[in-house]
């Protein structure tokens, strides 16, 4: 076929994304957190855990792994918090590689069965040999930078992840919900720093944050983050973890140029997975391609479905169908049932707030707004 089948939709069907971290393995950050995650269902983080030298992970596991069962993400920010760039291969590999299943085993021990995909570089210190440790274990790392925006088209590096790092100036508040504004592009950026908007459009918007208290320095007060966290819900971002947005937007890249063979009015595409060390579920929200249906002979009274392990997926009111990426291969076919095939010419972005699709790096619905108690999701997991 000379057009792909399918598209995905960006951002999970948002207009952008928001993705908030916090470093350091912090007890502040489970004791207050904690309630205000569970206030917000709607919203799922990244906590990068790290011993500091001392005994933090294991200290702070059970609040941690609490979290992990609420959907969030554990991720890997080294045993000691040192300069990478410094330590010898063997360090490396104790600070990085190692470290990442000390957590895991950590977080069972205390009822959380996880699985580490994502890194964070301490002082944002990086280069190639340290890349080279992080991978081994990780398929994307989050480092520094300023606006920490990624655009849908544009594959970023994935093992030296940009972030905007939350400032303790007297507009660093401020500044915060206006770089949650420019990840849906919200406003008027005429006037504004060039490096603030270089993403046009809908993005992906990596924040950094360390303590979260009344305590100052570093940390953000609770309701400074929970303001943060319903401007991004308010402007349509999808607030999910590092790793769940990561893997969506690495995936994209795979499946919008994945072609296959056609067989008695069946199409089967097949394609790989770009990293050994991906989430277990990568939910994907995908259109048909018009081009790909005429040249395949489908039309307008068709039903078409796309099938995973011998279970057919109908695309809802927008002619979007939810895959699933981790089982690397579906089949477009028709359905004997009596739904007609639904337009894919442009995707109307809901208004209700109801995206009932997101799931964690384990395959467990984030999302519950608006969702009936006691339903069931649209596609079935293998």
């Not at 919203?43 to 792994?65: K, P």
């Not at 890194?119 to 274990?137: D, L, M, R, W």
């Not at 097949?270 to 018009?290: F, G, Q, T, Y």
């Not at 009274?301 to 169908?321: K, L, M, R, S, T």
């Amino acid at each position: 076929m000379a057009v792909p089948p399918l598209t995905t939709v960006p951002w999970n069907g948002h207009v952008g994304a928001a993705s908030f971290t916090f470093d350091d393995a912090m007890e502040n950050q489970v004791k207050n957190l904690t309630p205000i995650l569970e206030e917000m269902p709607d919203v799922r983080v990244t906590f990068f855990l790290s011993n500091m030298g001392g005994n933090s992970l294991r200290q702070n596991g059970a609040g941690f792994a609490k979290l992990a069962n609420m959907g969030n993400e554990i991720g890997n920010h080294t045993d000691n918090h040192l300069q990478l760039p410094d330590q010898d291969d063997a360090k490396l590999k104790s600070e990085i590689t190692d470290f990442a299943t000390e957590i895991e085993k950590v977080m069972a021990e205390n009822g959380a069965e996880i699985n580490i995909t994502s890194h964070a570089t301490p002082f944002c210190a990086n280069n190639e040999k340290v890349s080279g440790e992080i991978n081994q274990h990780h398929f994307i790392n989050r480092d520094c930078g300023w606006h920490g925006r990624n655009d849908w088209d544009v594959e970023p590096e994935w093992l030296g992840m940009a972030s905007r790092v939350w400032n303790s100036s007297e507009t660093a508040d401020t500044e915060l919900l206006e770089a949650l504004d420019t990840a849906a592009f919200i406003g008027d950026f005429s006037n504004a720093n060039p490096w603030d908007v270089q993403v046009k459009g809908g993005s992906w918007l990596v924040l950094l944050n360390h303590g979260v208290s009344d305590e100052g320095g570093m940390s953000i007060t609770p309701e400074a983050i929970k303001n943060a966290f319903q401007r991004a819900l308010k402007n349509d971002l999808w607030v999910a973890p590092f790793s769940t947005v990561g893997a969506y937007h690495k995936a994209h890249f795979i499946m919008d140029k994945a072609e296959g063979t056609a067989n008695d009015k069946e199409y089967k595409i097949r394609w790989e997975m770009p990293h050994p060390h991906m989430p277990k579920s990568i939910p994907l929200k995908v259109k048909l391609n018009e081009e790909f249906l005429k040249e395949s002979g489908f039309t307008a009274d068709d039903n078409i479905v796309i099938e995973q392990n011998n279970n057919e997926i109908q695309p809802d009111e927008n002619g979007i169908y939810t895959i699933e990426f981790c089982n690397l291969s579906l089949t477009i076919k028709k359905s004997a049932g009596t739904s007609k095939l639904k337009s894919t010419i442009s995707t109307k972005r809901k208004t209700d707030g109801n995206h009932s699709g997101i799931f964690d790096l384990n395959g467990k619905r984030l999302n519950t707004r608006n969702r009936p108690k006691n339903s069931t999701p649209t596609f079935l997991f293998p």
